[in-house]
């Protein structure tokens, strides 16, 4: 018995109105019909929807969010539309109003910073509740970017009264001690990352200023090492190249006043073989403290380019097969 067929009818304000729902080239557009088989036929101010009823519903549902926000002033990118119709297939476009009200705070050049998915929504909410959150998950899903920005953040409002970031010198089998320049030198490339975000935030200018003054220090994750971090907003970053020893030094130099953010993907790990990673370990440790944040990015929080989502999915879809 076949599916009962529907139609809905929907009206647009004006040909600017059809340009951003449908994208550039229809580009947007092309991206819905992919993905969810109803005919959908635009005629100048209105367009219809045919198909089944759960289609037609979707699309309604789909197309009611993204009209929404585009008349609050929200301006579409091609991931937005890929992640709301990922969304609407669950009948949960719904949830993009809340997610895209607001917003973090701003870049240096003035651009709203905000959080593009459910995941990321949650991983901040946590980082302001809970004094140690652990995100973890794949490339590209902004565990690093947010955890930053956030820091600049409470730095500003004056929650905190510095930034401390670092990652461990672990990367593709090199080690610091062969590469040239002096400690900064040799540092920075593994710290890049860190920069890129802070410079995003606030600008090349101010975290030259900040460095300088002391309110944000980058270093490896072996500086760390006897101290004890007050009034601090502290991030260990690429956290899957840790080891047990490692994770647990660091945790233990949390201070009063002081948040830390602990971000890592365990399927990227460079530690040498035989070596256990400490962000694993942490999480089978840890995980029944109650006061500890744990978020679990998927692939659907990837905010990248489309591709890079679906080359994340590819290789996790090889890796079960391999199992």
């Known amino acids: 018995m076949s599916e009962q067929t529907a139609s809905i009818r929907i ?4 040909a600017g109105e059809a340009q951003s729902l449908f994208g550039p080239q229809d580009g947007f557009l092309k991206i819905i019909e992919s993905e969810i088989p109803a005919v959908i036929d635009s005629r100048e101010a209105e367009f219809t929807v045919r198909g089944s009823e759960r289609e037609v519903d979707m699309l309604g549902q789909l197309f009611g ?3 929404s926000l585009i008349r609050s002033g929200y301006i579409l990118s091609e991931r937005d539309v890929q992640y709301a119709v990922e969304l609407a297939k669950d009948f949960r476009a719904d949830q993009l109003l809340d997610l895209f009200k607001g917003e973090i705070t701003t870049t ?3 651009r709203p910073i905000r959080v593009k998915t459910i995941g990321q929504k949650h991983y901040v909410t946590t980082i302001k509740k809970r004094d140690i959150v652990f995100g973890i998950g794949p490339a590209g899903t902004g565990k690093t970017y947010l955890a930053v920005v956030l820091a600049v953040v409470a730095l500003k409002e004056g929650s905190v009264k510095r930034i401390v970031l670092t990652r461990p010198a672990v990367e593709a089998g090199e080690s610091l001690g062969f590469l040239p320049g002096d400690l900064q030198e040799k540092v920075d490339p593994y710290l890049r990352p860190l920069y890129d975000a802070l410079y995003d935030v606030m600008g090349p200018d101010q ?3 900040a460095l300088e003054r002391g309110l944000i220090e980058i270093a490896p994750l072996a500086y760390m090492r006897g101290r004890t971090l007050d009034d601090s907003f502290i ?3 690429e956290a899957q190249n840790t080891t047990p020893e490692q994770m647990k030094m660091f945790l233990t130099r949390l201070g009063f006043g002081s948040k830390m953010v602990i971000t890592g993907d365990v399927t990227q790990i460079d530690l040498p073989r035989g070596k256990k990673s400490g962000l694993i370990e942490a999480k089978a440790i840890l995980s029944g403290i109650e ?3 744990f978020v679990y990015f998927a692939e659907q929080d990837v905010v990248r380019h489309s591709l890079v989502q679906k080359i994340i999915v590819a290789y996790d879809r090889s890796a079960e097969n391999l199992e």
Do not use: M, P, T
Not at 11 to 14: E, K, R, T
């Open 11 to 14: 009206s647009l304000q004006n």
């Open 207 to 209: 975290v030259a200023k």
């Open 291 to 293: 006061e500890l944040g």
């Open 108 to 110: 240096f050049r003035g």
């Open 235 to 237: 991030i260990l970053d």
């Open 65 to 67: 969010v993204l009209l």
